[in-house]
């Protein structure tokens, strides 16, 4: 069992920042894949990005690429998402995800576990 809890959410204007973190704890040996998905209102949860624990490479939806970072901290169990030139369209309840791989990454019918979520709300 992996525990996910996320934080860093907030209030912010359109063009500014925020770091979103997921600390995960439990069963946390670093072999699983990592993911942030969202949700806005009266929408289906969709795919951010993604990154292994282990590993580099990274994938983004078209949508935030060139804005958002996906990282993590292997010696504290954290996941983050660096978000910058943040628009009123990235309002939504951002998930961070935890799967063992074998299925689409961009899925989060793949995602076995995942935290309770953290609110962005950007203001135009």
């Known amino acids: 069992q992996v525990q996910l809890v996320e934080s860093g959410g907030g209030l912010v204007q359109a063009g500014g920042s925020l770091r979103l973190s997921c600390a995960a704890s439990?069963?946390?040996?670093?072999?699983?894949?990592m993911a942030w998905f969202r949700q806005a209102p009266g929408k289906e949860r969709e795919f951010v990005a993604f990154?292994?624990?282990?590993?580099?490479?990274?994938y983004y939806a078209d949508s935030v690429k060139g804005r958002f970072t996906i990282s993590t901290d292997n010696a504290k169990n954290t996941l983050y998402l660096q978000m910058n030139s943040l628009k009123p369209e990235d309002t939504a309840v951002y998930y961070c995800?935890?799967?063992?791989?074998?299925?689409?990454?961009?899925?989060?019918?793949?995602?076995?576990?995942w935290g309770q979520g953290t609110q962005v709300t950007v203001s135009s």
């Open positions: 439990g069963r946390t040996d670093n072999s699983y894949f």
């Open positions: 995800a935890a799967y063992g791989g074998g299925a689409p990454y961009y899925s989060d019918s793949s995602y076995n576990y």
């Open positions: 990154k292994a624990w282990r590993g580099s490479q990274t």
